[in-house]
């Protein structure tokens, strides 16, 4: 089954100073390296180096793989450093590309500029290296360049991870697949919340032994407060017979974890709510305190939220949670602020405000300072009000400010997809 | 001035097949980078291969730094594939290191285990290459190895971020400042916001090319909506000279853009801003829509934001818009959602709503759908009310949605710093 076809290998070349000196991370290589595994195209090396020509010059002379991906060095600021080296490495010029800049002029036109006003050293990078395929970025003003010399592809990109990964996604992937015929990789991503990786991975032991006579692998995806499974396996002629294999033994696992699994693939919590609540014909409404806006900004990162999100409440001060939500002041010092009864009240005080079906509040201790022994840092209450009456969670998050808000958001839009009525 | 003394080198070698598949992001070769540049050490190179002896080897032998640091492929789990492949390459063999072993059965004896369950796996660590210098790792089983050949310094270290941070710390960066006395570097990074990166860079060219006569190198370092400004140069003997040449351009630059600049290195907008408004003694409220809870987000992620943050409306409906924040429905319908006078009358309604002694409002398109030709996806408008009034600015943001509500808050954050009284 495995190693069938001929394997297909890619290496990263990427330039900054910036990515040497440690000023950034290097994620594109990580993502690069991870959409060529889903595509059955192995990357056998990274390169970083400087924005220098001759060092750039020189990983280009030493490249071994089928496929070389270039990230960085492009545009004014960087001198287009990559641009004049990858005409001095095909012994090429630089000339006009027209629909390179007429994707320049009508991005900056977007931005509400004069054709006219457009500056030179933005039409500059409508000058892209004779013979090269000029790939469309819409999302700046550096084009993507795809050459082929001796059976070897060679793309240039930027640096920007979001204009790379809207590159890799629209032309070179797909382009890269089209042309070498990487043996057919079949996987799926099974998304799940609410059990930690080492507690789940325990759970799902001897389920994952047996994948292995399946011909399945299995690796855990962790992130705060999720953690993603993803099963792969190399399918033969045969994709359907891989597609099977791996949906049965998805459906097997929806058998042995059916709390914990929100989605597939690139599904998120947020968008999985969305969209029931949207096939409801239902809305929603938020009072946030510890998580201060992040749940509302989840929320909101889904296109189209505002279907069904009407609004809601960050109470950060008391006073607000009194006066617009209506809490009782003899419940809040009762019961502090950090509590069951007022995170329910929240949810309550916020779904009638704002008219909304459902409703979800969160209190809680987000540190590095407030917590007590009672209540200690990462003690968060949530609550979720609907049609059919309020409930509270407590739940103790570990880790920075930044992790205990990200893991309370994630928490709560749990609780409430839990709640809402299943299709 | 630069140049002076001889520069030193450096390349990272990052071995595992969980970084090129992109499972781990490589944040090792970040760290490396800037600790060695602190230390006056350039990084010229790093490469990132997979645990496979033959293309490590070869790497080794391609090596041109004065020093490689190499990180990865030690322990049971990965074969030991590091170093046998230094064993091969320096062609010496693996014997018995006894201060290894030590430090191997103290590190089980403080995890309460006996030191004659210590396993035979775990006292192979102790088996290191003849004619290295151990390096103690007080985190962790893997020793560091410090080899020396033809005057070029290899140092291998395992690959988890904190075992090889700390004998990055407590071994390897002293040694090499002692063994090549590399030059002293000076750095400040000013951050702005305000100004796009082209736009910056032909407002401060002269400047800039000005700077290489006083011996400073200028980067500019980009990020969504914020174009950081790093200047560095080579220090003599007399380090204060060299920090005081750097505050003399950085002051000049302070002239030259003074309402762009919001701090200095890691210094963010949100941070600058809670600081002047517990300086002030006054507080700050927010009524988001396109924004959706992102601004109250970044407000709230500053520990202690509770001093001055009272809390916010996300008005995702109008109706909330109408209600929560006083907004009458006829000014809605003659100028729509989107507009400077429904910009304003948020921010006045939340100020008055809350009591706070600052607002901020913002009010866009942040797309994908929901564009038109008057108002195309990333119209977005931002009120600011305080003690003196209520204005309002007009932007209109590039990207995608997540950079549309990303550009905005800082735009908004921003503005509110421009209007906040100076100290």
Same mark, same amino acid.
């Given at each position: ?259 914990? /699994? ?10 999985? /709510? ?150």
């Amino acid at each position: 089954m495995m190693g069938a076809a001929r394997e297909v290998t890619a290496e990263c070349l990427c330039i900054g100073d910036e990515l040497l000196i440690g000023q950034t991370i290097n994620t594109n290589a990580a993502w690069m390296g991870q959409e060529l595994g889903l595509s059955g195209i192995r990357t056998i090396l990274t390169r970083v180096v400087g924005d220098d020509k001759e060092v750039i010059l020189e990983a280009l002379r030493t490249a071994r793989a089928d496929i070389v991906l270039i990230t960085g060095g492009i545009g004014p600021t960087k001198d287009d450093i990559t641009k004049r080296t990858l005409c001095a490495f095909f012994g090429t010029r630089l000339v006009r590309d027209a629909a390179a800049e007429a994707r320049v002029v009508s991005l900056f036109t977007r931005m509400g500029r004069r054709a006219d006003e457009v500056k030179e050293a933005d039409l500059a990078q409508a000058f892209l290296p004779e013979g090269c395929l000029a790939l469309p970025n819409e999302l700046g003003t550096a084009s993507g360049m795809w050459f082929e010399r001796d059976g070897r592809v060679y793309v240039s990109m930027p640096g920007v991870p979001y204009e790379m990964q809207g590159i890799m996604r629209g032309s070179v992937l797909p382009k890269l697949r089209e042309m070498f015929k990487p043996p057919t990789i079949v996987h799926k991503t099974i998304n799940t919340a609410g059990m930690g990786e080492t507690q789940l991975a325990e759970h799902l032991e001897a389920w994952e032994n047996g994948l292995a006579r399946e011909g399945i692998r299995l690796a855990y995806l962790p992130s705060p407060a999720l953690v993603k499974l993803r099963l792969s396996t190399y399918a033969g002629a045969d994709r359907a017979e891989a597609v099977e294999r791996v949906e049965r033994q998805v459906k097997f696992l929806h058998g042995l974890i059916p709390e914990l /699994i929100y989605g597939e693939g690139e599904q998120v919590l947020e968008e999985v /709510i969305g969209t029931r609540l949207r096939e409801l014909g239902q809305t929603l409404a938020l009072a946030e305190s510890c998580t201060g806006g992040y749940l509302s900004h989840l929320i909101t990162s889904v296109p189209g939220s505002s279907a069904y999100y009407i609004g809601g409440v960050v109470s950060y001060a008391n006073a607000v949670k009194m006066e617009e939500l209506g809490i009782p002041s003899d419940m809040l010092e009762l019961n502090g602020a950090v509590s069951g009864p007022v995170a329910e009240r929240m949810a309550e005080g916020v779904r009638k405000a704002l008219r909304s079906d459902w409703a979800v509040a969160t209190t809680g201790v987000a540190g590095p300072d407030g917590g007590t022994a009672e209540k200690p840092v990462g003690t968060v209450w949530i609550a979720v009000a609907g049609p059919n009456g309020v409930t509270s969670s407590k739940g103790v998050f570990l880790g920075t400010r930044d992790l205990v808000i990200r893991r309370s958001a994630i928490a709560a839009m749990n609780m409430l997809r839990k709640q809402l009525p299943k299709p």
